[in-house]
């Protein structure tokens, strides 16, 4: 999500990567067909991509800002 492709995917078929997403990082059996399939009903909302993608790359950013600062303290001159 944080490339242009994988952007694409979150606006082209949102509910496979969702699914995708369920799969990878939930525990074994969290989860039916018929759970997912009734919040992916929201899913079809018109902002869902751009909400998903937005709140990813701040997230992204904050963890990158963080790490940075603790890689290279800023001191003042």
Do not use: C, I
Request: aromatic share 14%.
């Amino acid at each position: 999500m944080a490339t242009d492709r994988g952007a694409d995917v979150v606006r082209r078929d949102g509910k496979a990567f969702a699914r995708f997403q369920w799969e990878s990082w939930s525990p074994h059996g969290w989860f039916d067909d018929a759970v997912f399939n009734a919040v992916a009903e929201s899913l079809k909302n018109p902002d869902w991509p751009n909400m998903t993608l937005h709140s990813y790359r701040v997230l992204r950013y904050a963890e990158l800002e963080k790490r940075q600062k603790s890689t290279f303290p800023l001191r003042p001159s």
